[in-house]
Structures are given as C-alpha cells and as structure tokens.
C-alpha cells in the first residue's frame, strides 16, 4: 500500500491501491454516479488560491476568478466563500456567478462582444468595472449608461504586444489578436472614455495568453503597462487599478509554470521599484485555479488492437474533454488501479485513448502505455479547466455529472444530463 501524489497532483494520490482524490475513491465514485464522471477537489482549488493570496499579502489587490475556465455553480461557490471576485465573458456567466452568491462590486466584465442587452443586465447589477476591449465597445456603452442615467464603471484592455509563447489559440496579446486595444492607440482611447458622461474611468487591464509558462512575458507586459499608466495619468485622467489579467500555466506534461507567489514576488518587486506597489492591484487566473483540481474518470469499452497502432475505446470523447481535438493538448491519464498503474509503467505496445465520437479527432491521449482492458477504469488528469466548461452535446451525448470532493466528503454539483435534458426546448414541427 502507497500513498505517494502523482507529480504536481498533491490532492491526488494511490491509497490502498486505489487512485483518491483526497480521502474519497474515485472507483468508488464512478461506480455511485456513474461515468464519465468529473471530480474535483476543493482543497486544491483553495490551496491554488492561497498561492496568489499569499503572494498579495498587505498589498491592495483583488483576485478575480475567470470563471470561463470552469463555471458550475458549486465550483463557484468555493471561490465566492473563499472572497474571490469574478471576471466573467457573457451575460450567461454574469447570472450563474450571481446565483452562486458572488459580490457584483467584485464583478468584472471581459469580452470583445458585449451586447445592449449584457451592458444593460451588468450595469443593473452593479457591477465592479467593464473591460472594455474596442473603440466601439466604448461609445455603445456610454449610450447604454446615459440612457439609463448611470455611469459605467470602466476599464480599458490594452494590447500590450508581447509574445506569451503559448498556443496561437491561446495567445491574445499580440498585435494580430483580436483582443484588446493597440499600444498606440490607447492614451487617444482614455481620453475619449473620459470625456463621455456615461462612462467613469477607473482602471486598465490586460491579458496575454493562457498557460503561460514563463515569467518573462509578465514582466514585459508589466512594464509596458506601467509605461501606459504614466502618460495616461500624465494627461490628468487617474488610473485607479490596475489589472494584470490572467494566463499563468499548470503542469499537464513536465510544464514548469513559475508558482503564482514566486511570480508575483517578481512582479511586485517590479511594481515596488516603478513606484506603482501601492496602487489597487486586480488580475484575472483562472485556469491556474482549477486546473490541477479536477480528473475525468471514464471507462474503458472496448480494447482494439491494430495493425500500426491499439486503440483503448474509452466512454469519455472530445465533448467531455474538448482540449485535445482543440488544441492537440496533453493529459496524463492513469489507471485507477495502482497495480495496473504500475503494470502500464513498463509496457511497451502503445495505444490511443479515443472517445466513440464519430470523428478523428476525437482522441484523447496518443501513444499511451496503459496495461488495461475493458471494464477497467482511468482518470485523465489536470480536467479541471476548459473542459466541462466547453464540453457539448455533440452526437447527442449527455453532459458528465461532476462531483466536488472536500476531504471524505463528496457532493454531486452536476447531475448527468438526462435525455429529456438533452432535448429540453425541441419543437417537433
Ligand atoms: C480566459 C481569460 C482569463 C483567464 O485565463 P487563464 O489562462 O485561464 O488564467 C483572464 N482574463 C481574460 C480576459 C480571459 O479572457
């Protein structure tokens, strides 16, 4: 019997032979709700929180989750009790963050494609500051803001133009990305936004790119931004935040993001040194909250050898875990079982972890060494962001039920969609 952690996992471990997350047994979960099945620990959720939380200690920032990464309402609501603010995208996250019990003062609203109807919905709800990412953005939420006699808290993104060397899908602060608003531009942009009545300037923001593993582009972000905030302030309009965005990578497969209070010891000492270390400080992580905290257990179905490679048949697919097929990224993927674990380690015919998804890319791991057969069960590991929360229904197959795991309790926060679920607004004709 071991209970070693698996590497850059420390809620998740073999104990008694069997894979836990915490003092809970994924076996025993998956044989109680089914699979596939998505399990997170809350331990690690809030023990990824306290690393940025740490880093800030007796400064002025707020953390906002970017819910986008993961945004049941049960994941929600350890971050809403743990004080955390929200960045969120949509009208649709702006209502589930409230009915997790979020403070809207805590609220901020990213997104280069906000409608009427969102600015209206988040201004009713008072929420801490817009993001705003576009000239356009600004003058249609000025109208929005008049028309309803209130004035729209805001911030403007600004393209800082450094390379995050990530994914080009995943790479936003480059000058060819869609996001945010060009260097050049932005001292003419602030002093537009601060001359309309419906709009009160407070702060500026940025976000690079997502699963950033290095320091460098923060701090070169960093610096331009503080370049910004000096000539902006230079012409008489106050920047009262500043907001560093998110992006910080996980470890998927021997990834070495630096830990957030190292990174944010850096970052501050920089801010220190440019006389900026007292200013209210907001970023944006999400990913780098919630990553690391969730495995998809899924079922192996069939075992099919080939003739240039053996496909493992799994019942989980690129619906439940989309970030493969999307971005050809990596998961670990373990047995539960710790002897077939162990038995994987030295077996050398490999095969593809495929979902029954009715196309090619529907893979999951390539080239795995995994001693199992069907029946036999295994987690795919680092699940906790960008996949139930860009899951589908595609083929028609029901969205995985979720289970938050706190030490050796459990409580299923997603029940798996049913058929009925599935077809729930469906007119025949
Ligand atoms: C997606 C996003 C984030 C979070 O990115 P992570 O890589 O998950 O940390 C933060 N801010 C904005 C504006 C985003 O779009």
Redesign the pocket.
């Known amino acids: 019997m071991t209970t070693d952690t698996l590497p850059g996992h420390p809620h998740i471990h073999y104990a008694a032979g069997q894979l836990q997350v915490e003092d809970c047994a994924l076996d025993a979960l998956a044989t109680e709700f089914g699979t596939p099945l998505f399990v997170y620990s809350k331990a690690s959720m809030l023990s990824a929180l306290a690393a940025y939380q740490c880093g800030f200690a007796g400064r002025n920032a707020q953390i906002c989750y970017?819910m986008?990464?993961s945004s049941t309402l049960g994941v929600l609501q350890v971050f809403a009790q743990a004080g955390c603010g929200f960045?969120i995208?949509s009208g649709g996250e702006l209502a589930r963050v409230m009915a997790a019990g979020a403070d809207a003062s805590k609220v901020i609203f990213?997104?280069v494609g906000k409608t009427r109807d969102e600015m209206r919905r988040a201004l009713d709800t008072g929420i801490g500051c817009f993001?705003v990412e576009s000239e356009a953005e600004i003058d249609v939420l000025n109208a929005v803001a008049v028309s309803m006699g209130k004035r729209a808290p805001i911030s403007i993104?600004v393209n800082p133009n450094v390379d995050p060397k990530t994914h080009p899908y995943?790479s936003?602060g480059l000058k060819g990305n869609k996001?945010g608003i060009a260097h050049e531009r932005t001292l003419a942009t602030y002093q537009h936004a601060a001359s309309l009545p419906g709009l009160d300037v407070v702060g500026i923001?940025c976000?690079i790119?997502?699963?950033?593993t290095e320091e460098t582009p923060y701090l070169d972000a960093m610096d331009r931004m503080l370049d910004l905030v000096e000539a902006i302030e230079a012409a008489g309009i106050p920047i009262h935040h500043i907001d560093f965005?998110?992006?910080?990578?996980i470890n998927y497969n021997d990834d070495t993001p630096p830990p957030a209070d190292v990174l944010w010891a850096k970052l501050l000492a920089k801010l220190d040194a440019r006389g900026f270390g007292q200013r209210k400080l907001m970023i944006?992580?999400?990913?780098?909250?919630v990553g690391n905290a969730g495995v998809c257990v899924t079922e192996v179905l069939f075992m099919k050898p080939g003739e240039q490679k053996n496909f493992c048949i799994v019942d989980a697919a690129m619906n439940d875990l989309p970030r493969p097929a999307m971005y050809q990224a990596f998961h670990t993927i373990v047995p539960l079982s710790e002897v077939q674990q162990i038995k994987s380690e030295s077996k050398s015919l490999l095969c593809d972890v495929v979902g029954p998804v009715c196309e090619s890319g529907d893979w999951i791991g390539r080239d795995r060494a995994l001693a199992v057969a069907a029946g036999d069960r295994l987690a795919v590991l680092s699940a906790g962001?960008?996949c139930m929360s860009m899951s589908s229904n595609y083929n028609s197959r029901p969205k995985a039920a979720e289970v938050l795991v706190d030490a050796s309790h459990y409580h299923l926060i997603r029940a798996r969609d049913t058929l009925m679920d599935q077809m729930r607004g469906e007119l025949l004709l």
């Open positions: 970017a986008k990464a960045d995208v990213s997104g993001n993104r995943i936003t996001f923001d976000h790119g997502s699963q950033i965005g998110g992006g910080l990578g944006e992580p999400g990913r780098s909250l962001a960008y």
